[in-house]
Each structure stands twice: as structure tokens, then as C-alpha cells.
């Protein structure tokens, strides 16, 4: 072989693995019990909210300062998902004393690219505590609303697939929309593409905070043979 054509192989090769998925680095191990809270409003889309759920609270059978998981809604009033299942929140934004959310997560809901956005009280409360949180994450078009209350200012990130042009319209100062992949991991945020998808970005979390041998694990309880290095991701270098 010619020594321009190895140069020009070894650079492809080089390139190629950019878009190849990341592997969590080693892993966090709390030392306590974690919080996770969902951020729940009428229409809700039930997947992105039970899939991260699901995952989250399995942890508990895995190690032993697992993930409590509970949700937070403007009210204490019921949360009708867009599905119709009824729901009896947990904790009200305001007027609940809350514990301390370490994992915020916000599911797609009907509204998360109107009138959702337009509500102070949601994306003040996603603000604050998303600021104070280990990480948050979005699925699907929950990333609208991280987006709006500005955790995700020069990140790398990912929504649905068919809103990708429209959440890049909306939000300019992101530092890039990933197309093509399940989720995208940028410091302190994890955004998913949602649906089916939303249990591979929530057991990506549980590997990067308690290792492989749990997040497969937990994956197995739920019929899922969880292999990261299987699913489409991007991870950014920091």
C-alpha cells in the first residue's frame, strides 16, 4: 500500500470513531441514597415519564444507596397524561417542602414546545433545581423545557427526532443538535430522543453512577440486555 492511501486510511479510521459510542468512565458509586424527581403536568407522555422511572427505582434491588424516585407537579391536584393515565403527584413545586433532588428528569408532556414554555412557575422550578442537581435529563421534547430555562446554553444535545429542526430554531445557543442517536450526554445534562429510547439513556445514568455489572443488572430485571457500546450515543470530552 502507498504511504498517502495508509495516511489517508489511518485518518478515516481516526475519524470514524468520533461518531462510535462512548463508554462511561468509571463510575461514581454515591454513598447515599439518591433523588430522582420527575417533573410531571397534564400531558405527560407515559413512557418518557414510567421508562426512566422504571429504571431508577429497579436500582434499589441492585446496590444498596440506590435511586428514590418520586414526582413533582405544579399542584397536588391529579395529572392526566396524554394517554389518559391519572396521576396523584407526589410533591407540589411550591407548596411542598422537597427533598433533595439530585436527578431531575423532565418527560415530554402534550404542551413542552408551547405553552409549557410559557409558564413561569415550570421553568423557574426546573431552573433552580435543575442548577442544584447532579444532572438533569429530558426525553423526547422535555428537552424543550430544559432548554428554556437555560441548562442547556451551549450544550451539546438531542430531542424527538422529527423536532430537531424546530428545537435548533428555537434555541440558537446551543452548541449542537445530534441527529441519530439515542441520547447525548454534556457535562451535567442527558438529553434522550425518547419513546423506546427513554430506557437507554436512563440506564446509561445508572452505568456512569454505579458501573456496568448494575446498570445490566437492573437492564435484566426488565428484559433489556443492556450493552452500551450498542447504542447509538454521544458523549462530549470533559
Known sequence: MKPGVLILLLLAMSCSRSDQPAIAEVPVLPDRQLNAAFVIVDGTYNTELVAPMDVFQHTVFHTPH????????????????????????DFAMAADSLPIIDLLVVPSAQHSMDTDLTNPALIEFVRTHGR??????????????????????????????ADIVRFRE????????????????????????????SYEAALYLVEALYGRDVARNVGSGLVIDWDLTSVPHYRTPF
Open 66 to 89: 440506590g435511586i428514590k424516585v418520586f414526582t413533582v407537579a405544579p399542584t397536588r391536584d391529579t395529572v392526566t397524561t396524554f394517554e389518559g393515565l391519572r396521576l396523584l403527584p
Open 132 to 161: 442544584q442537581a447532579l444532572y438533569v435529563m429530558s426525553l423526547c421534547d422535555g428537552a424543550f423545557v430544559l432548554a428554556k430555562a437555560g441548562l442547556l446554553d451551549a450544550h451539546v444535545c438531542t430531542t424527538f427526532p
Open 170 to 197: 428555537a434555541f440558537p445557543q446551543l452548541a449542537e443538535v445530534r441527529e441519530q442517536v439515542s441520547f447525548v450526554h454534556d457535562r451535567s445534562a442527558i438529553t434522550s430522543a425518547g419513546g423506546a429510547r
